[in-house]
C-alpha cells in the first residue's frame, strides 16, 4: 500500500507507537488524526507536530466511538486508514478474589471490544474508499501467552484472530487488512514492567515503526517485529519451553506469596 496522500485515523496517538506512527506517516505527506483520553496529552502531541490532529475520544466508550465516526465524517471525509493502536498492559494476580474485575473490563474494552467497535463503526465508510486499510496493532504476546499479564495476552490473541477473520471476510473489498504485532518496545507501556523486562533488550519505538511501514509499504499482511517473529516460531515448535520462559515473573510472585504466607 502506499503510504502517502492518505487520511489515516491513529487511535492512542498521543504517545508510544501510536505518536511515533503519526510522526512517520505525517512526513511521508499523510494527514493524520490522532485520539486519546488525555486533553493535555494531545495539546502537547500538536505542539510537537504541526500539522497533527487530534480529537479526544476513548476506544472503551461505544458513544465516543459513535461521536469520533460523526466528527471524521464531517472533517475528515477521505479518511481511507484506520490504525487501532490504542491500548493498555497491566499485572495481574489471579488469585486476588475479585481481582480488581473493574481493571480487567477496562482492559478488554481498550484492546480488544474497542478496536472491533472502532472496525465495525468505520467499515462502510471505509469500504466506498478507492483504497483503504485496517491496521491493528497486535502483540509478540498474541502468539504465546505471558502469564504476569494474563488479561493483556487473551485480548491480543484475541485482536489476532479477529484481523484473520476480518481479512478473510474483506478479502474481496478495497479494504486491506493489516496486523502489526510489536516486540517489546521501548514506550511508557512497560514502565510497570521495568523488573520483568530487566535484561530484555527494548526495541526502540523508530526502529519498530520504520519496520512497521515497511511491511505495510509491502503489503506484508501480518508484520511481525523482532521478538514478535520469534513468538510465533516458538509457539510452533516449543510451545511449552517458551510459555515456561515467559511464566518467571508469575514463579517470582509465587514465591513472594508463599514467602508472606509462611
Ligand atoms: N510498547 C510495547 O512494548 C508494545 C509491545 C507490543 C504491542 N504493543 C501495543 O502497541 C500499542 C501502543 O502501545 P504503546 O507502547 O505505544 O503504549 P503507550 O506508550 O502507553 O501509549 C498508549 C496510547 O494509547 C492511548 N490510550 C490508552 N487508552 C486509550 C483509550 N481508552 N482510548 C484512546 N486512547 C487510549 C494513550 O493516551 P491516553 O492515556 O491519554 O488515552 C496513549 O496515547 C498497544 O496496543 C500495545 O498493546 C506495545
Given amino acids: 500500500m502506499k503510504l502517502q496522500g492518505n487520511t489515516i485515523l491513529i487511535t492512542g496517538g498521543s504517545g508510544g507507537i501510536g505518536f511515533e506512527l503519526a510522526s512517520q506517516l505525517l512526513r511521508r505527506g499523510n494527514t493524520v488524526i490522532v485520539t486519546g483520553r488525555d486533553q493535555g496529552a494531545l495539546d502537547a502531541a500538536r505542539r510537537r507536530l504541526p500539522g497533527l490532529w487530534t480529537l ?37 494476580n489471579l488469585q486476588t478474589f475479585g481481582a480488581d474485575l473493574q481493571g480487567i473490563t477496562e482492559e478488554i474494552e481498550i484492546n480488544l471490544s474497542g478496536s472491533i467497535r472502532m472496525v465495525m463503526q468505520f467499515l462502510p465508510h471505509l469500504k466506498a474508499q478507492s483504497h483503504a486499510a485496517i491496521v491493528n496493532v497486535s502483540s509478540g504476546l498474541a502468539f504465546n501467552p505471558y502469564p504476569i499479564a494474563p488479561i493483556y495476552g487473551a485480548t491480543k490473541a484475541g485482536i489476532h484472530s479477529f484481523t484473520q477473520s476480518l481479512r478473510v471476510q474483506l478479502k474481496q473489498t478495497n479494504v486491506k487488512v493489516f496486523e502489526l504485532a510489536p516486540p517489546a518496545v521501548d514506550t511508557p507501556l512497560n514502565h510497570t514492567f521495568a523488573d520483568e523486562l530487566r535484561g530484555t533488550p527494548l526495541m526502540s519505538v523508530t526502529k519498530l515503526v520504520d519496520e512497521a511501514l515497511k511491511g505495510i509499504e509491502r ?3 501480518e508484520i511481525r517485529v523482532g521478538f514478535a517473529n520469534v513468538s510465533k516460531l516458538m509457539s510452533r515448535i516449543a510451545p511449552g519451553f517458551i510459555l515456561k520462559q515467559l511464566s518467571k515473573p508469575v514463579d517470582q510472585m509465587l514465591a513472594q506469596m508463599k514467602q508472606l504466607s509462611s
Avoid at 476506544?59 to 487501532?84: G, Q, S
Fill in 56 to 92: 479526544r475520544s476513548d476506544v472503551r466508550d461505544p458513544h465516543a466511538i459513535a461521536a469520533l465516526h460523526e466528527r471524521v465524517m464531517k472533517d475528515f471525509p477521505a479518511m481511507n486508514v484506520l490504525i487501532n493502536n490504542a491500548g493498555i498492559m497491566r499485572k495481574v
Fill in 219 to 221: 503489503d506484508r499482511p
